[in-house]
């Protein structure tokens, strides 16, 4: 069993959609939950990170953790073609560890 | 913009040659890892340098990968010899300190083909 999976997708939604993004993990060690986009043939780049249970909202996005069921999520609202990416969870036990991602979801948001 | 650069960006090899991928982190990051990330995956850690020294290197394929960054600054990666299934993109990224909550940030990557 992978530490973290993701929902693969790919997913593909119109212009202005809610997207909702998942994560579930098995090792209760993490402690740190963050969220990636991957544009083609460029490196990650850091969305949003939390290190609690709860929502974080940071202008069109927000990031949901629920430790309890080892679930986090990303949700888009409104979203745009610019958002057309791959989404990576990723997830730390300690700050500055090593981070366990998962496989990624591939959106498109269609004009 | 500070930013993570890496060179080559694209490399095409033949199998059994060697090969060598170059980080720069960002200025005054401590803190540097090579990622490994294979088409339609999710990164995996290769090695974590804390300056010069190596802090995990659980995942790095030892008989053929080495890694090094001399003066706790740039990096660089190797293997010797390259394997098909060594095709894959080599990320780098490198955090402030590693010690408090440090964004990792990511260089563009090089893109490494094995034929």
């Known amino acids: 069993q992978k530490e973290v999976e993701q929902d693969p997708g790919p997913l593909s939604v119109p212009e202005g959609a809610i997207v909702s993004l998942n994560c579930t993990y098995s090792?209760?060690?993490?402690?740190?939950f963050m969220w990636y986009r991957q544009y083609s043939r460029k490196g990650p780049e850091l969305l949003m990170y939390?290190?609690?249970?709860g929502n974080k909202e940071d202008g069109r996005f927000t990031a949901q953790v629920d430790k309890s069921s080892k679930y986090i999520s990303l949700f888009i609202r409104d979203s745009q073609p610019s958002d057309s990416a791959t989404y990576l969870c990723?997830?730390?036990?300690?700050?500055?560890?090593?981070?366990?991602f998962g496989e990624g979801t591939q959106l498109t948001v269609n004009p | 913009e500070a930013e993570v650069a890496q060179s080559p960006r694209y490399k095409i090899t033949e199998k059994s040659q060697a090969v060598a991928f170059w980080c720069d982190p960002i200025s005054g990051h401590a803190t540097l890892y090579w990622y490994r990330q294979i088409l339609g995956q999710g990164p995996e850690l290769l090695v974590q340098f804390q300056d010069e020294s190596v802090v995990d290197d659980s995942q790095l394929p030892k008989d053929r990968f080495s890694a090094e960054r001399l003066k706790g600054v740039d990096s660089t990666l190797k293997i010797q010899p390259a394997e098909l299934g060594d095709s894959a993109m080599y990320l780098c990224?490198?955090?402030?300190?590693?010690?408090?909550?440090?964004?990792?940030?990511f260089g563009p990557g090089t893109r490494l083909t094995v034929l």
């Open positions: 090792n209760s060690a993490f402690q740190y």
């Open positions: 990224a490198s955090s402030f300190s590693g010690t408090s909550f440090d964004t990792q940030y």
């Open positions: 939390t290190y609690s249970s």
């Open positions: 990723a997830i730390g036990e300690t700050s500055g560890s090593r981070l366990t």
